[in-house]
């Protein structure tokens, strides 16, 4: 009899390889959405039941577009990313034309459609899904990842109505040389969220993100941009020299968290670790009243 995990013939006992998945171990059902390399289709496992996001690509596309250095990146990044908060990773496959990643099903679309159903969030509503939000790049910025192109169309729900964030195609991962010696980036983020150091240096860190965070509250509170302009040259002008207004009708404490988020300098920006890091921003007034722990588990599913 083997002991202690080893096999009857006393050698380590190994775990059998996870067997790859092939597409015609799925039903495939509706479309869920389309980026500019991929198409997500809703994937039922025949032999489990268990339902993904199946995110397909085309491999002549990605490699005629030049994108598989970002495929890549999107895969290491998922894998090592299991939180509440993130759309998850099940495996990856592929056959002769296309790849597969198999994600969670985040089935209540995105944040970007909420804000425009509604117009704008209340401060209730704001205050919850910004802590979300937060807790959700505290746990990011703590394995040293950089989303880069944080916005409401990447932050989807899942039936429970947590944030998911998604799309780590253009994430990157901050190494020690990075911080001694950074390195110039060809990406941009989206013109409405990117931070002044990326479009001045093309360089991003963890308080590129917080930038972003700035931007998102502030179009939850009032269904509109910080910086808003005809065009992307003279948005980046207004991003440049922090040029947005605040509306009278936020409240104190959410002018104050959004004005400290929105700061030239990257090292200013309240949740950065040199501005007091995640305890100054999670114990910022307008996230009084917020349960960080309980904010991770699920609601109770509502009794319909
Ligand atoms: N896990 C998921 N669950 C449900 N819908 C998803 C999921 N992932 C992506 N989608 C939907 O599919 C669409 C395409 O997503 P995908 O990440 O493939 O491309 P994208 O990043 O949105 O586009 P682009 O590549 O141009 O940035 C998105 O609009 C999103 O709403
Ligand atoms: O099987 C794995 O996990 C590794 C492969 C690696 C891989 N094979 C590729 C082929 C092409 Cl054409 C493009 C990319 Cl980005 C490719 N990446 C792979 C397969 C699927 C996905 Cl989604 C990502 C990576």
Same mark, same amino acid.
């Given at each position: 009899?083997?002991e202690?995990?080893?096999?009857?013939d006393?050698?380590?006992k190994?775990?059998?390889?996870?067997k790859?998945?092939?597409?015609?171990?799925?039903?495939?059902?509706?479309?869920?959405?389309?980026?500019?390399?991929?198409?997500?289709?809703l994937?039922?496992?025949?032999?489990?039941g268990?339902?993904f996001?199946?995110?397909?690509?085309?491999?002549?596309?990605?490699?005629?577009?030049?994108?598989?250095?970002?495929?890549e990146?999107e895969k290491?990044?998922?894998?090592?990313?299991?939180?509440?908060?993130f759309?998850?990773?099940y495996?990856?496959?592929?056959?002769?034309?296309?790849?597969?990643?198999g994600?969670?099903v985040?089935?209540?679309?995105?944040?970007?459609?909420?804000?425009?159903?509604?117009?704008k969030?209340?401060?209730?509503?704001?205050?919850?899904?910004s802590?979300?939000?937060?807790?959700?790049?505290?746990?990011?910025h703590?394995?040293?990842?950089i989303?880069?192109?944080?916005?409401?169309e990447?932050?989807?729900f899942?039936?429970?109505?947590?944030i998911?964030?998604?799309d780590?195609g253009?994430a990157?991962?901050?190494?020690?040389?990075d911080?001694?010696?950074?390195k110039?980036?060809?990406?941009v983020?989206?013109?409405q969220?990117?931070? @002044?150091?990326?479009l001045?240096d093309?360089?991003?860190?963890?308080?590129?993100?917080?930038?972003?965070?700035?931007?998102?509250?502030?179009?939850m509170?009032?269904?509109?941009?910080?910086?808003?302009? @005809?065009?992307?040259?003279?948005?980046?002008?207004?991003?440049?020299?922090?040029?947005?207004?605040?509306?009278?009708?936020? @409240?104190?404490?959410?002018k104050?968290?959004?004005?400290?988020?929105?700061?030239?300098?990257?090292?200013k920006?309240?949740?950065?670790?040199?501005?007091?890091?995640?305890?100054?921003?999670?114990s910022? @007034?307008?996230?009084?009243?917020?349960?960080?722990?309980?904010?991770?588990?699920?609601p109770?599913p509502?009794?319909?």
């Amino acid at each position: 009899m083997a002991e202690n995990g080893e096999n009857s013939d006393g050698g380590q006992k190994t775990k059998p390889p996870i067997k790859k998945k092939r597409p015609e171990d799925f039903r495939f059902g509706p479309i869920l959405g389309e980026g500019s390399y991929s198409t997500v289709k809703l994937a039922c496992e025949i032999s489990t039941g268990r339902e993904f996001a199946m995110k397909i690509l085309e491999k002549r596309h990605i490699v005629k577009e030049k994108k598989v250095p970002q495929v890549e990146r999107e895969k290491k990044v998922l894998s090592r990313l299991d939180h509440p908060f993130f759309v998850k990773l099940y495996f990856t496959f592929q056959d002769p034309e296309r790849l597969y990643f198999g994600l969670s099903v985040a089935r209540k679309g995105e944040l970007l459609s909420k804000i425009k159903q509604l117009g704008k969030f209340d401060v209730d509503c704001t205050r919850f899904y910004s802590a979300q939000i937060v807790s959700a790049l505290q746990h990011l910025h703590s394995l040293n990842i950089i989303h880069r192109d944080l916005k409401p169309e990447n932050i989807l729900f899942n039936d429970l109505m947590q944030i998911q964030i998604t799309d780590f195609g253009t994430a990157k991962e901050v190494t020690e040389s990075d911080l001694e010696t950074p390195k110039a980036s060809s990406f941009v983020g989206t013109a409405q969220y990117v931070s @002044p150091e990326l479009l001045k240096d093309k360089q991003a860190g963890v308080s590129s993100d917080l930038w972003a965070l700035g931007c998102i509250i502030f179009q939850m509170l009032s269904g509109k941009f910080p910086f808003q302009a @005809p065009n992307e040259y003279l948005i980046f002008q207004q991003i440049l020299s922090c040029r947005y207004e605040l509306p009278d009708y936020f @409240p104190d404490d959410a002018k104050d968290l959004i004005t400290n988020l929105l700061q030239l300098d990257p090292l200013k920006r309240i949740g950065c670790p040199t501005c007091g890091g995640y305890d100054a921003l999670m114990s910022h @007034p307008f996230f009084k009243g917020i349960n960080w722990d309980t904010l991770l588990i699920a609601p109770a599913p509502q009794v319909m």
